[in-house]
């Protein structure tokens, strides 16, 4: 059975939980609020959460792949 998101106020410390803070926080209180629906393998988030938390980076670290092969051929040359 899947939870609704936003149920689980401390993910729970078997780490199969998702671990992804929705919601509003209430640090003056305690009271943060995750996700809880099962995590996915190898991932303290589940599926959906795990993709939402890759974003496409910075302009930076796109061109970073490209860069880096054209001083590859600079440096051989």
């Not at 936003?6 to 926080?25: I, W």
């Not at 599926?47 to 496409?56: I, L, M, P, T």
Request: hydrophobic fraction near 30%; proline fraction near 5%; charge should be positive.
């Amino acid at each position: 059975m899947t939870r609704r998101a936003g149920t689980c106020r401390l993910p729970s410390s078997n780490g199969h939980d998702c671990r992804f803070p929705v919601g509003a926080s209430d640090a003056a209180v305690g009271r943060h609020l995750f996700c809880g629906n099962p995590a996915a393998p190898g991932s303290s988030y589940c599926a959906h959460h795990a993709e939402r938390s890759v974003g496409e980076g910075t302009r930076g670290e796109q061109q970073a792949a490209k860069t880096l092969e054209v001083l590859g051929r600079e440096r051989a040359a």
